[in-house]
C-alpha cells in the first residue's frame, strides 16, 4: 500500500506536521510505504485558468507539480493535511488544489478513467486555532472536490479546534491516538491485497497494460507493479492511445527497472510477458508467463490485438482468483 501525504502548513514543525507524521508513522507500523510532501516548500505555480488541460489534458506550466501528478496517479491513499486559515486551507495548500484540474480535465473533459480510481481514497486532517462550530466547512467542501479530481473517495475529516500555537496538538488528549486509529483503519484493507509484478523487457507496452488493467478491474484484491529488465525512456505513445480507447488513462507513466521496486515491496506473483527476458527470482512469488507478442515496433492495429489479448488474461487471473 503507498499512502502519499500532503503538508500544508507554512510552519514545518508546527500542529499539522505533527498530525501527519503521526498519521503517516501509523501506516508505516503497519506495513505500509508512505511519502510526506510538503507542499508548502515546492515551487508550485498558480493555476491560469489557460484552458489547455481542458484541451490537450496536461498542464503545461512548469513546476513541481508535473513531478507530483505521477505520484498522485501511484496513491492508495490521500492525506491532505491544513490548519486552517479563514476557514479555508492555506494559500500553498490551495495552489496545489487548483492544480489538479488537469486531472480532472483527464477525467470529465476528455473522458478517460485513471485505473486506480474506483479504489484510491482520500482523508482530510485539520487544525483551526477557534471554536467554531463551521470552522471545516469550507476546507470539508474543498476536499471534497479536489479527492474527486484526482480520483479518491473522500473518506472524512479529522478536525481539531482551538490549536494554535507550535505543541498544541501533542497536548490535545485524543488528536495523536485519533489519527493513528484512522491510519490502522484505512490502511488495513489494502494490506490483505496479492502483489503482483508484471514484467517485460522494456516496461514501456504490455506490463504497464496489464497492470493497468488488473488495478482497474481488481485494485481492492491486487496490489500491482511493473518493471523491466531494460527499461525505455518513456512509455509507447501507440499504447497510450489504444487504451485511450478503452477510457484507460496511463498519463504520468514512465518506465521503471526492476530495481526501482519500493523498498521491502515483495511480490507474491511475477508474471512475465513473454518477451525474451526471464521472471525475476523473488523467494515463495509464482511465476507465470503469459507469452504475448511484443508489438513496440508494430502497427497500431497490432497494438490494439495485443491489448486485447493483455485483457483477456487479466479477466481471466481476476475470475480465476489466482495467476
Not at 97 to 103: E, G, V
Not at 142 to 151: E, L, V
Not at 226 to 238: F, K, L
Not at 279 to 293: E, H, K, M, N
Request: net charge neutral; charged share 25%; proline share 6%.
Amino acid at each position: 500500500m503507498f499512502v502519499l501525504g500532503l503538508q500544508g502548513s507554512p510552519r514545518a514543525k508546527g500542529n499539522t506536521s505533527t498530525l501527519l507524521s503521526t498519521f503517516l508513522g501509523e501506516v508505516e507500523n503497519w506495513g505500509g510505504i508512505v511519502k510526506n510532501l510538503d507542499v508548502t516548500r515546492m515551487k508550485i505555480l498558480p493555476c491560469l485558468g489557460c484552458g489547455t488541460c481542458e484541451k490537450k489534458g496536461y498542464c503545461p506550466r512548469d513546476d513541481d507539480m508535473q513531478a507530483i501528478y505521477p505520484v498522485l496517479r501511484k496513491s492508495d491513499l490521500v492525506v491532505l493535511a491544513t490548519p486552517i486559515y479563514f476557514y479555508g486551507p492555506t494559500a500553498q495548500m490551495k495552489l496545489f488544489i487548483d492544480r489538479s484540474q488537469a486531472l480532472w480535465s483527464r477525467k470529465y473533459s476528455l473522458g478517460m478513467e485513471d485505473p486506480g480510481r474506483k479504489w484510491r481514497q482520500g482523508f482530510l486532517l485539520a487544525v483551526g486555532a477557534t471554536k467554531g462550530k463551521t470552522i471545516f466547512d469550507g476546507t470539508n467542501l474543498t476536499a471534497k472536490y479536489f479527492f474527486d479530481a484526482i480520483g479518491a473517495g473522500f473518506e472524512g475529516t479529522l478536525g481539531y479546534r482551538k490549536v494554535e500555537s507550535i505543541g498544541d496538538i501533542d497536548s490535545h488528549p485524543t488528536a495523536l491516538e485519533e489519527a493513528k486509529a484512522k491510519a490502522r483503519e484505512l490502511t488495513e484493507p489494502f494490506l490483505n491485497r496479492k502483489k503482483v509484478l508484471f514484467v517485460c523487457r522494456e516496461n514501456a507496452c504490455r506490463s504497464q497494460m496489464a497492470a493497468a488493467f488488473t488495478r482497474q478491474m481488481a485494485g481492492d484484491r491486487f496490489e500491482v507493479e511493473s518493471a523491466g529488465n531494460d527499461p525505455a525512456e518513456r512509455v509507447n505513445p501507440m499504447m497510450e492511445q489504444v487504451m485511450a480507447e478503452k477510457e484507460v488513462d496511463m498519463a504520468y507513466l514512465k518506465p521503471s527497472a526492476i530495481s526501482d521496486l519500493p523498498d521491502g515491496w515483495k511480490p507474491d506473483a511475477v508474471v512475465s510477458m513473454g518477451c525474451e527476458v526471464e521472471c525475476p527470482v523473488f523467494p515463495g512469488a509464482i511465476t507465470r508467463d503469459w507469452d504475448l507478442p511484443d508489438p513496440s515496433k508494430a502497427s497500431i492495429d497490432f497494438m490494439r490485438n495485443v491489448r486485447d489479448q493483455v485483457e483477456k488474461q487479466v479477466e481471466v487471473f481476476i475470475s480465476n482468483g489466482s495467476l
